[in-house]
């Protein structure tokens, strides 16, 4: 689901609904955005690996409420250096 230009009612049928209406419903539904509009920022992500070979994740220890390790949060970032 990284090319823009993919044919929704294929990947419908691919992922088996009936149609693509129902498809982009749930994946804006999981995802608050657009196939079209996810498949342009991962082409974004990968535009920025193939243009800076210095890009290091940042990943927080995992906490949850009163650092109860069962209840896992996470929080991770892109830090690109030039």
């Not at 498809?23 to 196939?35: A, E, G, H, R």
């Not at 070979?53 to 996470?74: D, R, T």
């Amino acid at each position: 689901m990284f090319d823009p230009n993919a044919n929704l009612t294929d990947l419908a049928y691919e992922f088996g609904y009936a149609d693509q209406a129902h498809f982009i419903k749930d994946f804006k539904s999981l995802t608050d955005k657009t196939p079209g509009e996810f498949a342009i920022e991962m082409q974004q992500f990968k535009d920025v690996f193939r243009e800076n070979e210095n890009v290091v994740f940042l990943q927080s220890p995992p906490f949850g409420q009163n650092n109860n390790p069962s209840q896992y949060s996470c929080c991770s970032g892109l830090v690109v250096s030039q």
